[in-house]
């Protein structure tokens, strides 16, 4: 969610909702637990802060647990964020976004309530190229494991037959994390009420409709990588500019999502032996942080790439 976006109609929003919460109050509750908050700049790629509570308010929003932590000036009434920590966004197309368990918010962190186990990310970055990035992998084991707005969503696994070690090892990534997920073969469908995950080459998953947005580019899906064909892998700049190729072994890790659709995420790559090399990847470790992961071998490059690598 970025603070100017649609600005109209979430102002109206915001005071709509400021009326009616401060007229019946969110009330005390019984309180929330193990929430994170995380801060950085460029896609991921400057930490400024993190924090983890172990008990919250139960009325606590996302604004709220931010302005506890850091320096915040906000806007349009109290509802977006200006600046966190004297970093702010600027008329050049630069603003704070934030994402709970991965996804992108949609309305404002003062309408927003946090969750047990959320996950919350704050990130400063440019929008040339998208100013809608709906998910993010930086976050794994999210929201696989608390899904959204405190609702666990079922996990299917899709995996392509030709690429059967990369499946086990997602599957035993995510049941390592505690969570079930039904296997089945790529294309056979998971619904729109639950998270799915496609294993598979490039040439197996580009003709599902997560493959179509991302072939489409980062205005289309919010990643900032692109197979040019089927057998490399084109990384991308901020502004959505290619700036490295990778071919044989190329694999990435990348979720998106359109609309109010569930995310999808990918593990593919321009091989068999690039799949392998994402599976590898699913790790908490490895994402930490990253819009979206990139990598050749055990080299990791997170996209968009920051300056030329």
Known sequence: MRGSKHIPFVVIAVVATAAITGGCGLGAGKGTSDVSLTVTRSFGSQPVGSITRKQLP???????MLQRSFKVTTRFGGGFVQSIDGLSGTASRRDWF????????KVGAASTAVHRGDRIWWDLHDWTATDDVPAV????????????????LPTTLE???????????????LKAAGV???????????????LAVLVG????????????????????????AR???ANSLELLDPHGQPVRTLRAGAGLVAATAQGSS????LVTGADATGVSAAADALTPKRLANHFALAVQGQTDLPVPLQGAQ
């Open 58 to 64: 139960g009325s606590e929003t996302v604004m709220r």
């Open 98 to 105: 934030y994402y709970v368990n991965g996804i992108e918010a």
């Open 137 to 152: 992998v930086g976050s794994f084991p999210e929201p696989f494991v608390h899904g959204l707005e405190g609702r666990r």
């Open 159 to 173: 995996c392509a037959p030709d690429v059967p070690d990369a499946c086990k090892q997602v599957a035993a990534e």
């Open 180 to 194: 079930p997920a039904a296997t089945q073969l790529l294309g056979t469908g998971s619904g729109t009420d639950s």
């Open 201 to 224: 080459t490039w040439a197996d998953v580009h003709g599902t409709f997560a493959g179509i947005l991302i072939a489409h580019g980062p205005s289309a899906s919010g990643v900032y």
């Open 227 to 229: 197979f040019d064909g």
């Open 262 to 265: 569930s995310p999808t995420w």
